[in-house]
């Protein structure tokens, strides 16, 4: 909650401090507001999350939750606080990240780290493995960058998206599910 109006509080600056910038003068390009700009990123980034849902759907018969207007879309992997976020970075980058901040997070990092090999092996890609904090446990493969200003570059990012969300769900899913902390 105190994030979320933090969050809030600093929009409201940043929006008031970027428009009392003095006008450039009469002829000169209008830059847009800062509103404008997050309104225009935020729906690119629903169009594509829109697109990568919708091929999901065909590939792989996967109901995701309704995109929304953030920088991730996640998928759920049945068991609570295990689950994929699949991400697009400030700079452009995306990734494929499966996230652990459940119970036995850290059992199922170390379980899944011994089997590091082996699940490289079955998605044919090297991944990275960080245990940043306490809270959570990230395991992600970083793709290709992503103009969001540019709509014709999606077709080739929603594919990359669609394939590794895909590969992940069916190499991590079975080992979520059946993984039980504490044995």
């Known amino acids: 909650m105190l994030k979320n109006l933090l969050e809030k509080i600093w929009r409201i600056f940043t929006f008031k401090a970027y428009e009392s910038t003095p006008s450039p003068g009469p002829g000169a390009e209008r830059k847009p507001t800062m509103k404008e700009a997050n309104e225009t990123k935020s729906g690119t980034q629903l169009r594509f999350w829109q697109a990568v849902s919708s091929g999901l759907a065909k590939q792989i018969d996967l ?22 976020s699949n991400t697009l970075y400030q700079g452009g980058e995306m ?10 997070k850290d ?15 079955e998605l044919g890609a090297a991944l990275t493995w960080s245990d940043p904090d306490e809270a959570k446990k990230i395991i992600s493969l970083t793709g290709p960058s992503l103009n969001l200003e540019d709509e014709a570059d999606f077709a080739p990012a929603v594919a990359w998206m669609v394939e590794w969300i895909a590969k992940f769900k069916a190499v991590f899913e079975p080992r979520v599910k059946k993984f039980q902390p504490g044995q």
């Open 63 to 84: 109901q995701t939750q309704t995109p929304k207007d953030r920088p991730y879309l996640e998928v759920s992997l049945g068991r609570t606080g295990f689950f994929l």
């Open 107 to 121: 059992e199922l990092f170390q379980s899944l780290l011994a089997e590091r090999k082996q699940i490289e092996r």
């Open 95 to 104: 990734a494929a990240r499966l996230m652990l901040n459940g119970e036995g």
